[in-house]
């Protein structure tokens, strides 16, 4: 099955060639403007691409590594859990959303999903965290991320 995805870009006939290239990079890259509402994101968009994020693969994330996801910036903590499961590998990380206010404001997902809990001896299950995000797949699965 094909797709086809048809991009419009509002600019104005008297920019430079390589202003319209950028804007149309920008309006093309998953987190630039319109979905991060940054102001100034559009510098990052040369040779019709985006400069500041690129897209890899499970197995290629590190700590530090910023995931975008769900309208999350998802900043991996830790390195990952590695479990192998036939032929491939599944990576999973724990990850603190970044952007945690804009992920509340605009529902991003539901509260719930950010919270962990623990067990604490004469309270019972307590609320642990409230910003965690996990990030897992195998080789084959793809983010985009900032660097």
């Given at each position: 099955m094909k797709v086809r995805v048809v991009l419009t870009v509002d600019v104005d006939p008297e920019q430079p060639a390589e202003a319209v290239s950028?804007?149309?990079?920008?309006?093309?890259?998953?987190?630039?403007?319109?979905?991060?509402?940054?102001?100034g994101d559009e510098k990052y968009h040369t040779d019709g691409r985006c400069q500041r994020h690129t897209e890899m693969s499970t197995d290629q994330l590190r700590k530090g590594d910023v995931v975008i996801t769900h309208g999350m910036r998802v900043l991996l903590e830790e390195e990952p859990r590695v479990y192998p499961k036939g032929d491939r590998t599944v990576y999973a990380f724990d990850g603190r959303v970044?952007?945690?206010?804009?992920?509340?404001?605009?529902?991003h997902v539901p509260l719930d999903y950010l919270r962990t809990h623990k067990w604490v001896d004469g309270q019972g299950w307590v609320t642990d965290r409230e910003d965690m995000w996990q990030i897992q797949g195998n080789e084959l699965a793809r983010w985009t991320v900032e660097r």
């Open positions: 950028q804007a149309a990079a920008a309006a093309s890259c998953p987190t630039h403007p319109q979905a991060s509402g940054r102001a970044a952007n945690l206010e804009e992920v509340k404001a605009h529902g």
